[in-house]
Each structure stands twice: as structure tokens, then as C-alpha cells.
């Protein structure tokens, strides 16, 4: 049974930062993409960035480029998610998720994750 856990959210104020973790088990991580997606109250998830198992690419929201971080352990199955500069339009749940899938021209698509965590509080006050 494949579970991701996701840890790290909280309230900071803005300009502040938050690590946010995803510890994966029942599936062989270093095999995985991982990506991280957000909801804010009353909109759609969105995809906030993501990581190839196989190419190393890594692209970004423009939204977080340049403020955001994704990386993996792959000896901890844990994929983190680094926070800078964090501002209240930042304010969402935030999700990990996985997929098998291999390649990154997909990695932005929701849809083609396979496994989904149940998502961590993220909220910047102003």
C-alpha cells in the first residue's frame, strides 16, 4: 500500500520560509517522479513543481521560480519542498504526489500522478 505523508506547513508571515517534507513508502521512490501542487480556498489545484526520476528535471510554476525548491533523498524516500520569500498568495493546501512514469514533458499534469498525500496546511500571513 503506497502512502505519502506530507509534514512541514504552518503559518509564518510573509517574507518568512517553510520545508515542507513527503515521506513515501510501499513503492520503490528512487522509480518515482514526485511533484508538489497546491489548493487555495475556492480554486482549482495547481501545480507548483516537480521532479523526473530519470532526466533530473525539475520545472516550476512561474509563480514560485526562483522562491521555491524541490528536492529528493532517495536513501529517505522523502521528496522536500524548500519555501523562501513566501508570500499570502502562497496560502494553500499543499500536496505531494507520485507516478512511475518516466520522462518529464507530463510532469505538470495532475492527472497523470498515481498516488496523492492528504496534504499539508501552508498560510502567509501579510
Known amino acids: 500500500q503506497v502512502q505519502l505523508v506530507e509534514s512541514g506547513g504552518g503559518l509564518v508571515q510573509a517574507g518568512g520560509s517553510l520545508r515542507l517534507s513527503c515521506a513515501a513508502s510501499?513503492?520503490?521512490?528512487?522509480?518515482?517522479?514526485m511533484g508538489w501542487f497546491r489548493q487555495a480556498p475556492g480554486k482549482e489545484r495547481e501545480f507548483v513543481v516537480a521532479?523526473?526520476?530519470?532526466?533530473?528535471?525539475?520545472p516550476y510554476a512561474d509563480s514560485v521560480r526562483g522562491r521555491f525548491t524541490i528536492s529528493r533523498d532517495n536513501a529517505k524516500n522523502t521528496v522536500y519542498l524548500q519555501m523562501n520569500s513566501l508570500k499570502p498568495e502562497d496560502t494553500a493546501v499543499y500536496y505531494c504526489?507520485?507516478?512511475?512514469?518516466?520522462?518529464?514533458?507530463?510532469?505538470?499534469?495532475?492527472?497523470?500522478?498515481?498516488?496523492w498525500g492528504q496534504g499539508t496546511q501552508v498560510t502567509v500571513s501579510s
Open positions: 521532479m523526473s526520476w530519470n532526466t533530473g528535471t525539475t
Open positions: 510501499g513503492l520503490t521512490f528512487s522509480s518515482h517522479a
Open positions: 504526489a507520485a507516478s512511475p512514469r518516466s520522462g518529464s514533458s507530463w510532469l505538470r499534469s495532475a492527472v497523470l500522478y498515481a498516488y
